[in-house]
Antibody, heavy 119, light 107 residues
Framework: QVQLQESGPGLVKPSQTLSLTCTVS??????????WSWIRQPAGKGLEWIGR???????NYNPSLKSRVTISVDTSKNQFSLKLSSVTAADTAVYYC???????????WGQGTLVTVSS | SYVLTQPPSVSVAPGKTARITCGGN??????VHWYQQKPGQAPVLVIY???DRPSGIPERFSGSNSGNTATLTISRVEAGDEADYYC??????????FGGGTKLTVL
């Protein structure tokens, strides 16, 4: 059974870079042909896809966030990571990592981690 | 950009059938996935590729997709089905798109 777990600071100052890591267990992140995505949800609002990385290392980002987002993978640690630069209060949200993306459904999700942007 | 439109809320009595719609331009030509999200929890996939059910999801959950509307149908609704439901597609221009979500209330 694949499991995902987000980790990272819960508080980030405005204009700084938000950094989160997703640790995958129950399977190798580099085996098979899978997409690994980040999705966020502001309090009381809907889901917003941020971006994904393929097992090959290729990435795709939400056009609205593309200039600020970097997703990378560390296969030795079975992790993939999110960096979101120049954050503002509008980036405050619960951030989820999930397996899936492109036309593939998100079948496994992390529990989510709340990131608050505030000074 | 591609937009998915869901009703903000749907209410249904226990034992009845709930239908949650997801509207989009020619959505019938795309694959639609549906997620259930209960308060404080991560979303759970309940329907994928329009009408397939993951293992562990009750047969009461079904999906259809045609024309400009996809529909998630929940038969014999139970109190435990009360949640937010999101549709999702992949679009060649917008990439991954989620609908705004529908809050299902069991009366």
């Amino acid at each position: 059974q694949v499991q995902l777990q987000e980790s990272g600071p819960g508080l980030v100052k405005p204009s700084q870079t938000l950094s989160l890591t997703c640790t995958v267990s129950g399977g190798s992140i580099s085996s098979g042909s899978y997409y690994w995505s980040w999705i966020r949800q502001p309090a009381g609002k809907g889901l917003e896809w941020i971006g994904r990385i393929y097992t090959s290392g290729s990435t795709n980002y939400n056009p609205s966030l593309k200039s600020r987002v970097t997703i990378s993978v560390d296969t030795s640690k079975n992790q993939f990571s999110l960096k979101l630069s120049s954050v503002t209060a509008a980036d405050t949200a619960v951030y989820y990592c999930a397996r899936g993306g492109n036309d593939v459904p998100f079948d496994y999700w992390g529990q989510g981690t709340l990131v608050t942007v505030s000074s | 950009s591609y937009v998915l439109t869901q009703p903000p809320s749907v209410s249904v009595a226990p034992g009845k059938t709930a239908r949650i719609t997801c509207g989009g331009n020619n959505i019938g030509s795309k694959s639609v996935h549906w997620y259930q999200q209960k308060p404080g929890q991560a979303p759970v996939l309940v329907i994928y590729y329009d009408s397939d059910r993951p293992s562990g999801i009750p047969e009461r959950f079904s999906g259809s997709n045609s024309g400009n509307t996809a529909t998630l149908t929940i038969s014999r609704v139970e109190a435990g089905d009360e949640a937010d439901y999101y549709c999702q597609v992949w679009d060649s221009s917008s990439d991954v798109v989620f609908g705004g979500g529908t809050k299902l209330t069991v009366l």
